[in-house]
């Protein structure tokens, strides 16, 4: 299957267009990574203070011919137990929602409208000592969302608690590849949901026609599966690779590379006077191969006529 890209919020050293709601919450931090490249990161650590409701809204986000997306979240997490005086008040999880929309809706921001796709948690948090030791103990999570309707959406953020720094967000959906299987070639296909195949019919490739009916089902992983049918190549065509060529361009082609060889290699054992004309003017040609269009043309002509 193939990838392709709707949005990637990675953080870089430009500023980024999220929206921040409920101040003091979410900030929009530069710093370095591990290795001192230059990121920037939103990031939220209220946990000293009870009952956060802390969000973070991305830009609008046109969902292109996606029907399910998928949402990658890059974040590193702080380990409540390395915080001191914060039982009770300190989470280790944050939300993730979404909105579909059909337009841009600006910096409106209705949080009742989102829904919730799940409560993200860290495989692996970091302390204090990691800090010091600038260790980034980073999080990798993916969710599918769909199926998405609408000409675009938002995702969102929701803190309750925690010491989180979002590090990047990708959005993207899966396809099934342009790929020519039984000299049929199928398009790039959009899997529809979470349940069904996609049956797609092939069309045959140049100088072919249909034996049976080619077609093939994308899954929703973006592989093709079950092919059925087939074309073939037509009268005077051949198989090669997928595709049909000719089979008296691929004759005369050996018998070029043939006549170059018994030219180079062996100059004593004929003579052009006991081969027909045409014959001979190609074993004789390489070494005087016609410059004019007309010539050559002559040429294909009279070698052809000898086969």
Request: proline share 6%; glycine share 6%; net charge negative.
């Amino acid at each position: 299957f193939i990838t392709a890209l709707i949005q990637s919020l990675t953080v870089g050293t430009g500023r980024l267009n999220y929206i921040m709601h409920d101040y003091p919450g979410w900030e929009e931090i530069s710093g370095v990574d591990e290795h001192y490249t230059p990121i920037r990161t939103f990031q939220v650590c209220n946990v000293m203070e009870y009952s956060q409701n802390n969000w973070l809204r991305t830009n609008w986000i046109p969902r292109q011919s996606a029907k399910k997306i998928y949402v990658e979240l890059k974040f590193t997490l702080r380990d409540c137990n390395s915080i001191p005086l914060v039982l009770g008040t300190c989470k280790e999880t944050f939300n993730l929602l979404y909105l579909e929309t059909d337009e841009d809706q600006g910096s409106r921001f209705r949080e009742h409208q989102f829904s919730k796709i799940d409560t993200i948690a860290a495989d692996e948090s970091f302390t204090q000592m990691d800090l010091g030791d600038r260790i980034l103990k980073l999080n990798t999570e993916v969710r599918e969302v769909g199926p998405v309707t609408k000409k675009g959406f938002y995702l969102a953020f929701q803190d309750v608690g925690a010491c989180v720094a979002l590090v990047s967000v990708r959005v993207y959906f899966k396809m099934c590849p342009f790929i020519i299987r039984n000299l049929a070639s199928f398009p790039d296909t959009v899997p529809m949901d979470s349940h069904s195949l996609v049956e797609v019919k092939g069309s045959c490739v140049n100088h072919s026609k249909e034996q049976e009916p080619p077609r093939m089902y994308c899954s929703t992983e973006g592989e093709w599966l079950v092919p059925i049918g087939k074309c073939l190549c037509n009268v005077g065509y051949e198989e090669r690779g997928s595709s049909c060529q000719g089979k008296t361009v691929i004759l005369l082609t050996v018998l070029i590379l043939y006549s170059v060889f018994l030219s180079l290699f062996c100059p004593l054992f004929f003579s052009s006077s006991l081969l027909p004309l045409p014959f001979s003017f190609l074993i004789l040609s390489p070494f005087h191969l016609p410059t004019s269009p007309s010539l050559k043309y002559t040429f294909l002509v009279d070698v052809h006529s000898t086969l």
